[in-house]
């Protein structure tokens, strides 16, 4: 029997300059999205002490996101999760290869090394 790749739900945003956020739409999509989708160099994002959704920015090879579109996909982070109707709400992100799940916790639950702080209104992207 083959064993099938469980693929995440998520939400997909595309950002000016060509990259993409991804944020999962269950703890188990986090999970995947976190751990096994995201590259070790694209950025992890996750609104600070809250539940909410895990985003994952992608980039094109070789490309370097700036403040402008770190702040876009925090605020999708800030977005999806229970900050939504907040006004400016601290956002963490890091590395996703800075990412870990320790063993036994429940989906959605990671642990975070290197975390950099943005505060951000909660939006989508307009498009």
Excluded at 12 to 17: A, E, I, S, T
Excluded at 28 to 48: C, E, I, M, Q, Y
Excluded at 61 to 69: F, I, M, V
């Amino acid at each position: 029997m083959k064993h099938r790749e469980v693929q995440p739900d998520f939400w997909k945003y595309d950002l000016p300059g060509g990259f993409e956020a991804l944020a999962g739409k269950t703890d188990t999509d986090n999970d995947l999205l976190s751990l096994r989708v995201a590259a070790p160099g694209d950025l992890w994002f996750h609104v600070r002490g809250l539940p909410g959704s895990h985003v994952i920015l992608r980039h094109p090879e070789g490309e370097k996101p700036d403040n402008t579109t770190i702040k876009n996909a925090a605020a999708i982070a800030a977005w999806h999760s229970k900050a939504r109707n907040a006004g400016t709400v601290p956002v963490c992100y890091t590395e996703a290869k800075h990412v870990g799940k320790p063993r036994g916790t429940k989906p959605g639950s990671v642990t975070i090394r290197r975390e950099k702080i943005v505060k951000v209104r909660p939006a989508q992207p307009e498009n």
